[in-house]
Structure formats: C-alpha cells, structure tokens
C-alpha cells in the first residue's frame, strides 16, 4: 500500500507526507490542524485515503485533461470551475433525481429528533475506521479551500459529479455555511462547518442541496430514523461535519 500512497504523492504534484495508521485519528487530525496554521496565504492541506481506486480516479482524470499532475490539473480545470453556477447545477440534478423516484412524498418524509454531529469527534472517527493504511497530508497550493477537489481530481463517474462540478458547489457552501473540506477518498468527501443551520427550516433547504449533490446519502443511508430528505435535515441540524459518499462500482 505504501507504493501506491507513493504513486499518488507523485501525481499530486505539490508536498504530500505519509502518516502510518498507528498514529491514530487524533494524531492524523493534530497534523492536519498544525498544516492548516501553517499554510495560511500559501497553501491548504487535505487528509487524503491512498487506495488503488484513488490512484485509478486520479490517473483517468488526468489523462482526460492532457496533464501530468494534479496541480497542473486544477490550474486547467479552475475556469471551468468558476464559470458553474452552483444553485443551477444542483437544480438540474434534483429534476433528473425526481425522475427516478416512486414517491415524492415517501422521499421528502418526516424530520426526527436533532441528530446534529460534532466536527472533531467525526473526523477523528473517520480517520480511525477508513486510514488502516495510513494517509497522506498533502498540501494544496490555494488558499481557497474550495478548490480542493480541482487538486484532488476524484468522481466524475456514477453520480458523483466531476470535479469542477464538486469545487463550484464547494465554493457556495464555503460561502453560505463556512465549510472546508477536510478528508478525500475515491468515493468519499468530509468537511468541517462553522456555520451549520440551526433551524429546521434552514437544515430542510441544506438537505435538499446535499441530496442532489450525493443522492446516497440519502439512498444508501441505511439510518434506523428513515432514509429521507428530512431524516438528513434532522441530522444536518447543528452539525459541525458533513460527510458525503458515493456507492462507486
């Protein structure tokens, strides 16, 4: 595994350190947190999983763009990126997703009692139960924690939009709730909030959002309070992590 977190610092094209799995999630997230102090006005970090899928995602992007590295990849992709309108996007997406379901109301469904995570226990978690390899902290030459996926080129494939989709959407919640993208995977995004919704009403709009741009969170959910546009919003409700899966074949 160690050859293909290798091969991945490679492609990235910009500083990256491996960190053993024995450090643990909290080590893992104290690193993360000292990079993130000491990249202001240079550079933002990402926790990445280095798995063969990452490296496959990252290679086939790549080669589509004609470039070398990541870096390189997210200077070609960056006006694209800019040119999306996020609320646009997402509306296309929830149309061609309505389409697909049975029920509209079955969707929708009920809101249940606040669920809302807090930022540090989740991250630590996930980076206890998804580095058993380890991860690599690269350091992304952009202060605008949006971009992050521009320089971690994964998705494009199944329902995960492709990257400047990602980054454009990135930028609007950056903007509206504060949150900054804290852990990469082939099929997985975890971010940090400082303004999570507090009202139902705001968490409801959030959750909507958040359907369209990952429809396994709510598909694939598999939550004991119902897999629903509501169940999210209760869970979306105060908290400080969000977290986004695709189920990529």
């Not at 992304?140 to 971690?152: G, H, I």
């Not at 990469?184 to 009202?199: F, L, N, S």
């Not at 909507?208 to 598999?222: E, I, K, M």
Request: overall charge negative; aromatic content about 8%.
């Amino acid at each position: 595994m160690q050859n293909i977190a290798n091969e991945i610092a490679d492609l990235l094209g910009c500083p990256a350190e491996l960190i053993p799995a024995a450090a643990g999630g909290s080590a893992i997230l104290r690193r993360y947190k000292m990079l993130a102090r000491q990249g202001q006005g240079s550079f933002t970090p990402i926790v990445l999983y280095p798995t063969k899928q990452l490296l496959m995602q990252l290679q086939r992007n790549l080669a589509s763009a004609n470039v070398q590295t990541c870096v390189q990849y997210a200077e070609a992709m960056l006006p694209a990126a800019q040119e999306i309108d996020p609320l646009v996007l997402l509306q296309l997406r929830m149309n061609a997703l309505v389409q697909t379901v049975e029920s509209v109301e079955k969707l929708v469904g009920e809101f249940v009692g606040v669920r809302g995570v807090e930022g540090e226990n989740r991250l630590c978690q996930s980076c206890r139960n998804h580095a058993r390899n380890g991860v690599l902290i690269a350091q992304c030459p952009t202060q605008n924690a949006w971009e992050l996926p521009l320089f971690v080129p994964m998705g494009g494939s199944g329902l995960c939009p492709v990257p400047a989709e990602q980054a454009a959407v990135f930028r609007f919640w950056q903007q509206s709730h504060g949150s900054t993208p804290v852990v990469a995977g082939y099929d997985i995004w975890e971010m940090r909030v400082t303004q999570p919704p507090m009202q139902l009403f705001e968490s409801e709009r959030l959750a909507l959002q958040q359907f369209a741009f990952c429809p396994d969170l709510v598909q694939q959910a598999h939550r004991d309070d119902g897999d629903t546009i509501r169940a999210l919003a209760s869970n979306l409700q105060g908290a400080t992590a969000w977290y986004f899966y695709w189920h990529l074949r």
